[in-house]
């Protein structure tokens, strides 16, 4: 989205990455001002999707540009209102998929009946929307929220680093040899 909205270009975010450039624009963008249909909402399960939310949002953006007579490259007007509208969506399509493992975990029993922790990482992580959102799930639900700091929720790599120092520190499932370890890279 922020690619297709070209936010490279706009003074504000010049230098950001595209999701950091999203959530800078919606703070003072009005998210009622365009609405998106959430993905996904015929399907009971926790799987996500934003590909149909992708079409919804490049759509709209065309006939933004069509009614303000620009090209693909300028920026739009609105463009804060579209970043608030797609941000909120995003948002809530993910606190509701999160909601429904959560109520699955606790249904199943696969989670312990006390101290249940919500674990978000990686670039989504360092959404303060996002993770506002997420915070007020769980503690609606009795869950504690487990973020890493937003610094470094920007690489896999350093999620996976992260991840794997906080296994070591609890003593969980370290391997002391890597013998008969199997993978497969995508």
């Known amino acids: 989205v922020a690619r297709r ?3 490279r270009k ?3 975010c010049h230098s950001m990455a595209g999701g950091k450039a999203i959530e800078h624009l919606a703070q003072t963008g009005n998210q009622e001002l ?5 993905p996904m909402q015929h399907y009971r399960n926790c ?6 939310l992708q079409n919804l949002v490049t759509n709209a953006i065309v006939q933004k540009e069509k009614e303000e007579g620009i090209q693909e490259g300028e920026i739009l007007s609105c463009v804060k209102d579209v970043a608030a509208a797609v941000q909120h969506a995003v948002a809530v399509h993910i606190i509701q998929r999160t909601y429904r493992a959560m109520l699955f975990c606790i249904k199943n029993s696969i989670l312990p ?4 922790t919500l674990v978000v990482s990686g670039g ?16 609606a639900n ?29 003593g969980l499932g370290v391997l002391h040899s890597t013998a008969g370890i199997r993978y497969e890279p995508r």
Request: hydrophobic share 40%; glycine share 6%; with cysteine.
């Open 5 to 7: 909205l070209s936010l």
């Open 10 to 12: 706009h003074p504000e």
């Open 113 to 116: 009946s006390k101290n249940a």
């Open 34 to 38: 365009l609405t998106f249909r959430l």
């Open 142 to 170: 009795d869950f504690a929220l487990l973020c890493p700091p937003p610094r470094l929720c920007t690489d896999n790599g350093v999620m996976i680093a992260w991840n794997g120092i906080e296994r070591l520190r609890a």
């Open 124 to 139: 989504v992580a360092s959404n303060q929307y996002i993770r506002k959102g997420l915070q007020n799930l769980a503690d």
């Open 47 to 52: 799987d996500f999707s934003f590909s149909g």
